[in-house]
């Protein structure tokens, strides 16, 4: 009997770059996922987007989202947002640009289930 489990990778993002991208995640074990993320910077909104990929070296848009900026306090409010893949890939990662371009600060939540 095959059972699925749900796993999470963290990626807690703090620089004063105007982009970052996450490293590559291999899906191959992967059922499905999903990226929460949590814009931590008082500065900028983020532009995210998916970016997939079927060998880790070229990569395509896959699916973008705003992650607004946290709001000052206090208490300080941040509105995380989730987006999923919309293609099957074996590899997944996020960009992420500061907008206007500033700082990244942010935490990254991917949860997947395996087999």
Partial sequence: MAFVTFKEKTFNIDTTDDSYTTPAINTSKMKDGTFFVTNLSLLTDLNVKIQASADGITWVDDYS?????????????????????LYFAKYYRLSLESDPPTEVKAAVKFVYQVF
């Fill in 65 to 85: 989202d705003l992650a607004p900026k946290a709001v000052a306090g206090p208490p300080v409010v941040y509105n995380p947002i989730a987006i999923a893949p």
